[in-house]
């Protein structure tokens, strides 16, 4: 990792924002420091965007819209993004490294996001000159047809967990419809949303068709938000920083996606393979250190199956250990110490109210400044208890027992979120009728998550969001709809 940091001024030597296709200083000159969550160290700083850079960044990306980029045919859009698509691919393990050293993530996952980066401009490249509209019959001496347009100047606000895969599902997915972007990264992890920004024009991509404005969420992502030249905002983080983004956008009518993360239950019966299921129980709950807005947080199973199940988690646990992302451990650091403050307190309160099952470790040798936290299981939890209920976004996982379906659903819909939901069992009927009953944008069905899958559009209901990103359903989210209607006689 040190070798990582060394390179950081060769790969972005300003470490500016980037308008309009060029790099540049913040108008009021300000800075934000970036901290390795492994080691606590300070290892670069990035630019503080103003509101004033913002405006900026905005005319950059309307100029690029009403010029240059909008004017390249749908299949010339296709060839640039597989250009992007292939660099980003050659370019997957310094993108991989330095994503380790500014999030903490263990290296092997880091890899796997930069490769799921290179696999949505892909995906997306294939399908940007295959969106099709429709001929509809009308009445007599009437013709009339519908086409896909792009909405303009989309916005994009990304939280830290997963920079670079969710920059893929939101924004390449809008430069597929031929929309122009202003991308806000969180302030702790921007530094491979500007890495792609410099190889995308490095391959080609026009200038100000994507924007990077780095700075804090009250300021650059608030701007960004209730900016009225924006025709989009696309945004992934916190419930409560989510309402606060659609209120701003609300103010100009501008439509918003929100994904807002979840409580996903990982639901067990009895006649579940349990072998094939344990390991995916743990990978989608621990994943990330558990910073995954479709963490399966909570396992629910049917009380046949529930003793083995918390002998066998225990023990899985108990040799789950959390290390720097170099030496690419079960689990890496927490992104910041204020979050490692706010998992730890969900800790404290669970080791007051509810049945310690397992704990794992913290290697011996992590670097004392950096964010670990060992990862806890908690098993007998009432369904109701703030550790059920609540998004910890940390390694905590609840246990709770069930009997029969008509419980694990009203459990598993008990709480205000719907991300993802997945369901062990043998039973092809239960399996069915359970993907209709279960809150939930994703149902996986012995299975969870299939890989993170950019095929499969994803979002959620109630609390978790709105809006569907990802698939071919995303293309819809970044476009409107026209319908045409000719009247001939
Ligand atoms: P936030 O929702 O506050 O941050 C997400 C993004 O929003 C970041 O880019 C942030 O920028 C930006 N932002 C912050 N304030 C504003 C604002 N007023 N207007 C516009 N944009 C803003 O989440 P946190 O990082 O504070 O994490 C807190 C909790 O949120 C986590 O514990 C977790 O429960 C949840 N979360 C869920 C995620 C998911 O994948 N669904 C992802 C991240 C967090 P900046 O970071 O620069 O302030």
Redesign the pocket.
Known sequence: MVAMREKIPDILPDRGLFIGGAWRESSAGGRIEVENPSTGEMVCDIADASAADLDEAVSAARAAFDGPWGAVAPADRGRLLMKISSAIAEHHEWLAELEALDVGKPIGEARADARALARYFEFYAGAADKVHGATLPYLPGYSVFTQREPLGVTGH?????YPMQILGRSVVAALTMGNAVVL?????ASLTSLAVARIAHEAGLPAGALNVVT????GA??A??AHPGINHVS????L???T??QA?AAAHAVPVTL???GKSPQILFDDADVDQALPLLVKAAVQNAGQT?SAGSRILVERGLYPLIVARLTERFRALEAGPATADPPLGPLISAK?RA?VEAYIELGRCELTLAARGEIAPGAPSGGHYVAPVLFADVPPGHRLAQE?I?GPVVVVIPFDGEREAVQIANGTPYGLVAAVWTRDGGRQLRLAKQLKAGQVFLNDYGAGGGVELPFGGVGRSGHGREKGMAALESFSALKTVVAHHG
């Open positions: 606000i990304i939280p830290w967990n806000k990264p969180a302030e702790l700075g804090s969420g009250a992502g608030h960004l938000a945004f992934t983080g916190s409560r920083t989510g606060s983004v701003a994904e807002l993360g807005c979050q706010r998004e976004f």
